[in-house]
């Protein structure tokens, strides 16, 4: 009989690591699911930012076209930035646009600020 319950105990034991794993994980998708956008938004506006800074400079564009075409890159990606908070800087050949910008995310049992700074310019060139 001995043998019969340690082996129902071992049992149970795998049930409830199974029931902690499955937890585990699915908190980490939840969480990656939250997070991940807002990276991934603020990793293709920079892209797009470091785009219009290297044509910009070979096209002359002025400050306020290529505030409008990033602007048109915010708006697509949703990003809560104002016209007003994308600044240029374009002297001597070179362009530089940056964005700061706060992403507040509630993740239900708490909620936080992202802050993102997002840099493009055409000083590799």
């Known amino acids: 009989m001995k043998g019969g319950r340690d082996q129902i105990k071992q049992q149970g034991g ?22 991940a956008p807002p990276y991934f938004n603020n990793y293709q506006l920079q892209d797009a930012m470091k785009t219009e800074a290297r044509f910009a400079g070979y096209n002359r564009k002025s400050d306020e076209e290529i505030r409008d075409d990033v602007w048109k890159k915010v708006q697509e990606l949703g990003i809560p930035v104002k016209k007003e908070d994308i600044h240029i800087v374009n002297e001597n050949n070179t362009v530089q646009i940056t964005v700061n910008y706060s992403i ?11 802050d993102f700074h997002a840099r493009g310019d055409n000083h590799s060139l």
């Open 14 to 35: 795998a049930k409830i690591n199974l029931v902690l794993t499955l937890l585990i994980l699915c908190g980490m998708v939840f969480v990656g699911v939250m997070i």
């Open 104 to 114: 507040p995310v509630d993740m239900k049992f708490t909620q936080f600020t992202m």
